[in-house]
């Protein structure tokens, strides 16, 4: 009997993407099916990287494909999955321009001080690396600027390149920009709303970043200036909102949440910190802040919960020590979580709306 296309991709739907529960045509993946008497390869094109379980994806969509084949008489076929992915720009708010050399802006932000988003941010940013794209890290906290020394370079400072433009700080291979590495670890931040805005809006333009598939941009908390600057002048692609389980900081981050829907920029989902604390010594489960609130509050806006993450000492003081988990073990445990966080974001993000750029070309009307 011979193989068909159709029967190929009557299989392929049978096996959906974990990082979005949809299938692979659904989402516009699957580039090219090849049919060779009982041998079958298919091309695969996600639009996230996935450096860490492309083979184990390849391996799932194959034998799930070799499955459906069988169950319709065709147990000869022998099915391959070449598996890769391209990171493509995506539309921002209000059609608002990409920037020069950024495939995509993604921001992070919270309601509140105190739950972990620049830890977060961070380590989303490794975690991206880590999966095979090129990641940026902007540090938009003006007032408290903490990722310098989070990446563990407190006393570097930008070099200049020609009069306008600042050389990003390289850091555990990302590109990084911060007010912190201009300033020195004293120096108050005394400005005003206008003068906060412009430096953000300084850092983001005037730093020479170099080809990025993602720029994480750390929001300070709250919905302020530097928020408002954002919605209305920086093309983000989309958002991650921060939480934990505690019911002051669901509400929170409700308000972050409406207020990038108020101003037209997509949530891609929550990521719930200090989910649960697990004892060293007796192995104790112990949910300090509650439980279930990250669950909650992604079913009532209707987007993902990209994941979970422990209360753990280990991600503090990596951190505090410049070194963060996804860095200092990235083969570890709280390193996998954050690798799932960041294929989940990237993988939502995939699904968006595209850029479309240089499509139409230029319509020239002569009377001759």
Request: glycine share 8%.
């Amino acid at each position: 009997m011979t193989i068909s296309r159709q029967q190929v991709e009557q299989a392929l739907r049978g096996w959906r993407d974990p990082h979005v529960d949809k299938d692979l045509l659904l989402c516009g993946a699957v580039n090219d099916i090849v049919i060779d008497g009982d041998r079958v390869t298919i091309k695969v094109t996600l639009g996230y990287p996935a450096a860490s379980v492309k083979a184990q994806m390849a391996e799932q969509i194959a034998a799930a494909v070799s499955k459906e084949l069988r169950a319709v008489e065709l147990p000869q076929a022998r099915v391959e999955v070449q598996l890769g992915w391209n990171v493509l720009p995506h539309k921002a708010q209000q059609n608002l321009p990409n920037m020069q050399n950024v495939k995509n802006i993604i921001a992070v932000a919270s309601g509140k001080g105190g739950v972990g988003k620049s830890t977060t941010a961070v380590n989303l940013a490794l975690a991206l690396q880590a999966e095979g794209a090129r990641v940026g890290l902007l540090d938009a906290d003006i007032y408290g600027p903490s990722q310098p020394l989070m990446l563990g370079v407190p006393d570097e400072r930008p070099a200049q390149r020609g009069s306008q433009m600042l050389e990003p700080v390289a850091a555990h291979g990302l590109q990084t920009m911060s007010i912190g590495y201009l300033l020195t670890e004293s120096t108050p931040v005394v400005w005003r709303g206008p003068m906060v805005s412009g430096a953000l809006q300084q850092l983001l333009n005037q730093t020479a970043w170099d080809e990025l598939d993602y720029l994480i941009i750390d929001l300070p908390p709250g919905t302020g200036d530097i928020q408002l600057t954002l919605a209305q002048k920086v093309p983000v692609a989309g958002s991650v909102i921060v939480t934990t389980p505690q019911d002051i900081a669901l509400l929170d981050a409700k308000k972050g949440i409406e207020m990038f829907r108020k101003v037209d920029v997509p949530v891609l989902g929550i990521v719930e910190n200090m989910a649960v604390h697990i004892c060293t010594h007796c192995g104790n489960v112990d949910h300090l802040f509650g439980s279930g609130g990250g669950e909650t509050i992604a079913a009532e806006y209707g987007v993902p919960l990209l994941g979970s993450l422990p209360l753990a000492r280990s991600i503090r003081e990596q951190s505090d020590g410049g070194n963060p988990p996804v860095a200092a073990e990235p083969n570890g445990a709280v390193a996998a979580l954050y690798k799932e966080i960041a294929r989940r974001t990237a993988a939502q993000l995939a699904l968006r709306e595209r850029q479309n750029t240089a499509v139409f070309p230029n319509i020239v009307i002569r009377n001759d």
